[in-house]
């Protein structure tokens, strides 16, 4: 579905918002006047009505009447049982008035009032009818325009005064719209900055969430280039290396008994690349695991039972390097998938066992707290850890000494695959290590429960 347009919507809304301003108004405006029209027109008559009664009740002759009358003003004398005595109007005699609205009322000891309208003249007549201390019924009638009809005769300028109105209304919500939007578009123009230029504060978080994503984006663009090129060199300087000595053994340059040092040579490095291929693909895996919401099977696992699997299994490896590989530890029971647990404790043994020295040692134990949090610990003898590198170890391809590290046949990757591995258990991981002294990796796994 095509968006709409922020700054039309606002516009139209606007207008829509003044158009029914206007009419409400206009609404108002002739109640108003209408009610201000009809108390003015009730006020006159009663004034006219207490003056010709006064002059009445000096002669009591109904024929007197006639010299009051002005203008429009239409004056009628009736008597109690509704026949009309004098009328100002037309010499003519008139039916009996007993039923009208007005000398009803009058009847009955109150002011008499009553609008009578004429459809066709477009004017309302207004009479207002009193009873005379004799018992007769003076009524004071006056044709006034409607106010409708006054507002036909404004039509043309009222609908000229609504148009101006409306085209003024649409400039104005146009441009207050643009000047509404126009920072919000402004915005755009520098994304390394958005969080500086906020022109209205509820874009504060907006703002700041595309900061954060940008930030995050070229985080990540920085790590994908560091890792296409940290994987191109790894690969290349074993590829390089048995590519040199195939071409040796090749063209007949290698004597024959270098032959099996060539091949030894290039089965080690053929076996480093399968092991740093191994490593991506699993990295890979994790990171799959850890942005998707397709996690691995979990269930039960004691950690003890993984340091006995896997201190069996560096064993031979421990020896080769002249290491010394124990465990120690109670049950300790999480929630977590095995085969990656299995991974996590060789990657650590490993590293122990690599960055150590020949006579070292290595222990891993296994420990459960009182509310049950549970934790595998590798602690080695060996070569430490700078402080100053402490915080990037976890990183893939960081080594603190690349010419160790290239000798004893390291990745790179074996702590990082730790990392997304304790990740995805909602593990903590904690590194202490003093160069010389050696290293301490706790990861503590939340409650099984």
């Avoid at 070292?360 to 459960?368: D, E, L, M, P, R």
Wanted: aromatic share 6%; proline share 4%.
């Amino acid at each position: 579905m095509k968006p709409h347009s922020m700054e039309e919507k606002i516009s139209y809304r606007l207008f829509l918002m003044g158009f029914l301003g206007l009419l409400f108004t206009a609404a108002l405006c002739i109640f108003v006047f209408h009610r201000a029209f009809t108390a003015q027109a009730w006020d006159d008559l009663e004034k006219e009505s207490d003056l010709i009664r006064a002059g009445y009740d000096l002669t009591s002759e109904p024929q007197q009447l006639s010299f009051f009358v002005t203008g429009d003003l239409r004056i009628t004398l009736i008597s109690p049982d509704g026949d009309v005595i004098f009328e100002s109007a037309t010499d003519q005699p008139m039916e009996n008035h007993l039923t009208r609205p007005e000398i009803v009322q009058a009847l009955q000891g109150s002011i008499g009032k009553d609008i009578r309208d004429s459809q066709t003249m477009g004017y309302e007549t207004y009479y207002y009818a009193v009873q005379l201390p004799g018992g007769n019924i003076l009524r004071v009638a006056q044709d006034a325009e409607t106010v409708w009809s006054v507002y036909d005769g404004a039509l043309p300028a009222i609908v000229l005064s609504c148009v101006a109105l409306m085209l003024a209304a649409a400039i104005l919500s146009t441009l207050l719209t643009r000047a509404l939007v126009q920072p919000v578009l402004n915005m755009t123009e520098d994304l390394d900055h958005i969080q500086d230029k906020v022109p209205y504060k509820e874009l504060i978080p907006f703002a700041e969430s595309i900061h954060a994503d940008r930030i995050l984006r070229e985080n990540n663009e920085k790590m994908r280039q560091d890792f296409t090129a940290n994987v191109s060199h790894e690969l290349k300087t074993p590829l390089t290396s048995i590519s040199g000595y195939a071409e040796l053994i090749e063209t007949g340059i290698a004597k024959p008994e270098d032959v099996p040092g060539f091949a030894q040579k290039i089965h080690g490095e053929s076996s480093r690349m399968i092991q740093l291929v191994n490593d991506i693909l699993q990295l890979s895996s994790l990171d799959n695991a850890s942005e998707t919401s397709s996690m691995p099977e979990m269930e039960v696992v004691d950690l003890l039972d993984v340091v006995k699997e896997c201190v069996e299994r560096q064993k031979l490896n421990a020896r080769h390097a002249y290491i010394t590989l124990t465990y120690l530890g109670e049950s300790a029971p999480v929630r977590g998938n095995r085969n990656l647990l299995d991974e996590l404790c060789q990657n650590l043994c490993d590293n122990a066992i690599r960055y150590n020295r020949p006579g070292g040692k290595v222990q891993i134990v296994t420990a459960c707290t009182r509310d049950g949090h549970c934790s595998l610990t590798v602690t080695d003898n060996g070569i430490g850890i700078p402080r100053e590198s402490q915080s990037s170890v976890f990183e893939r391809f960081y080594r603190v000494d690349k010419s160790r590290s290239k000798a004893t046949g390291g990745t790179g990757l074996g702590l990082a695959i730790v990392k997304h591995i304790a990740l995805i258990h909602g593990a903590r991981i904690k590194l202490e290590s003093q160069v010389d002294v050696g290293t301490t990796i706790t990861v503590t796994f939340p409650t099984a429960s």
